[in-house]
Structure formats: C-alpha cells, structure tokens
C-alpha cells in the first residue's frame, strides 16, 4: 500500500442496483458523490458464487450503507477522539479513558 496516496474525497454515497457490473444482474456501488467516479463493488458473503447472485440482497445493501456511513463519519470522530483525549488527559490524567482513546485514535488514523 503506498502510504503517501490519498483516498477518494468523502462524502461517498451508496448507489443500489443502478450499476451492471459482470452481466445482467444489477449491483451494489460506492461513488464519490461530488463526481460519480464508482469507489468499489459491495458483494455478500452469500453471493461470492455468481449463480447464487441475487439482485436485492439485504446483506450487501446494509454492507454498502455500513461503509459509507464508516468512511463519512471518520475524519470528524478522529477529531472528537482527540478533542476529548486533551480534554480528558488535562481533567483526569488516571482516567481509564485515555488508553481507550489514544487506541482508538491510533488504529483510526494508521495504514
């Protein structure tokens, strides 16, 4: 992974059954929503085999949703984990919640 490059702008957004990937069946798509450029193919475990594809699969809807959700929300929880990790360290520098934080910081913030 070249640590240097930047990932696609966010907000991303869900696009279902819109987009014909491998065949007739419709898919599950991530997009950049400012320009439409397609991020990545959402499937489900249920149908990584292409004759037990089916088009209106809950499991790959709520895949999509879940990462879209993950990756607009991200860079404002870093910066609240931070905020409250100052805030916290300043307050009650024995708090249980500082390791928590910094972790959580740590792996939100590494590739």
Not at 2 to 11: G, Y
Not at 48 to 53: G, L, T, V
Not at 71 to 83: G, I, K, P, T, Y
């Amino acid at each position: 992974m070249n640590k240097t490059a930047k990932h696609t702008p966010t907000p991303w957004i869900a696009k279902l059954g819109e987009y014909n990937f491998t065949g007739p069946e419709n898919g599950r798509a991530i997009m950049d929503s400012t320009n439409g450029i397609r991020i990545c193919d959402v499937d489900s475990k249920a149908n990584q085999k292409r004759n037990d594809y089916k088009c209106a699969d809950p499991e790959r809807d709520a895949n999509a949703a879940f990462i879209v959700k993950a990756v607009n929300s991200h860079e404002a929880l870093v910066e609240a984990c931070q905020e409250a990790l100052k805030i916290i360290e300043a307050k009650w520098p024995n708090s249980t919640l500082l390791n928590k934080l910094e972790g959580a910081i740590k792996y939100a913030t590494q590739l």
